[in-house]
């Protein structure tokens, strides 16, 4: 393995420092270090205060998926939805769905936190994996606060859209119109 000179091949020094980086940053990454967004807890803490919250997976029907479909007018990438149900002593105060999609080539999560009766109370990112450029800001977000399913929750009607951003903006207000129809759905399983 040594080369003559006594030392190791240059090959094999930058593929074992390329492998030990990638472990540094895998570990890194899954741990959430240095991330700069806050965990869900902490959102659900600060959206919802002096309230208990339960993590839920549901999976929607064939009959509820083409449901939400029709709403939002493009195929539902997953049945499987993750949720957040919030109360307040016995009473529902709110619901947290997480969204994840591609914005271009990398994932985005949105953490999407509805009211009782099913109305947008904050929209909050806790994974972007794209250029920070394309980031959007949370005032940007807060167009959506109060909004409910509607026709006009499109980017150029109710929800303006952002130069050097568009697919980002793209991507969430179809993420938004998406969490909104599926808990539409889901609220007529009650």
Same mark, same amino acid.
């Given at each position: 393995?040594?080369? %003559?000179?006594?030392?190791?091949?240059?090959?094999?020094?930058?593929?074992?420092?390329?492998?030990?980086?990638?472990?540094?940053?895998?570990?890194?990454?899954?741990?959430?270090?240095?991330?700069?967004?806050?965990? $869900?807890?902490?959102?659900?803490?600060?959206?919802?205060?002096?309230?208990?919250?339960?993590?839920?997976?549901?999976?929607?029907?064939?009959?509820?998926?083409?449901?939400?479909?029709?709403?939002?007018?493009?195929?539902?990438?997953?049945?499987?939805?993750?949720?957040?149900?919030?109360?307040?002593?016995?009473?529902?105060?709110?619901?947290?769905?997480?969204?994840?999609?591609?914005?271009?080539?990398?994932?985005?999560?949105?953490?999407?936190?509805?009211?009782?009766?099913?109305?947008?109370?904050?929209?909050?990112?806790?994974?972007?994996?794209?250029?920070?450029?394309?980031?959007?800001?949370? $005032?940007?977000?807060?167009?959506?606060?109060?909004?409910?399913?509607?026709?006009?929750?499109?980017?150029?009607?109710?929800?303006?859209?952002?130069?050097?951003?568009?697919?980002?903006? %793209?991507?969430?207000?179809?993420?938004?119109?998406?969490?909104?129809?599926?808990?539409?759905?889901?609220?007529? %399983?009650?």
């Amino acid at each position: 393995m040594l080369g %003559r000179d006594g030392y190791l091949p240059a090959k094999t020094v930058a593929a074992v420092l390329s492998l030990t980086l990638l472990v540094a940053l895998s570990a890194q990454i899954s741990l959430g270090a240095g991330s700069p967004f806050p965990s $869900r807890e902490e959102l659900l803490g600060s959206v919802y205060p002096d309230t208990t919250h339960s993590a839920e997976r549901i999976f929607l029907t064939e009959a509820e998926a083409t449901k939400v479909e029709k709403l939002i007018g493009t195929k539902l990438p997953s049945p499987l939805i993750a949720l957040y149900r919030v109360k307040q002593g016995d009473n529902l105060v709110g619901k947290a769905y997480v969204d994840t999609h591609i914005v271009r080539t990398k994932r985005e999560s949105l953490l999407v936190c509805l009211d009782a009766e099913g109305r947008v109370k904050r929209v909050e990112v806790t994974a972007f994996l794209e250029p920070p450029e394309y980031n959007l800001s949370q $005032r940007w977000y807060q167009q959506y606060e109060n909004k409910s399913l509607e026709a006009d929750l499109h980017l150029g009607y109710s929800i303006r859209s952002v130069a050097g951003a568009t697919l980002t903006s %793209r991507a969430a207000a179809e993420a938004v119109r998406r969490v909104l129809a599926i808990d539409s759905v889901v609220a007529e %399983r009650n």
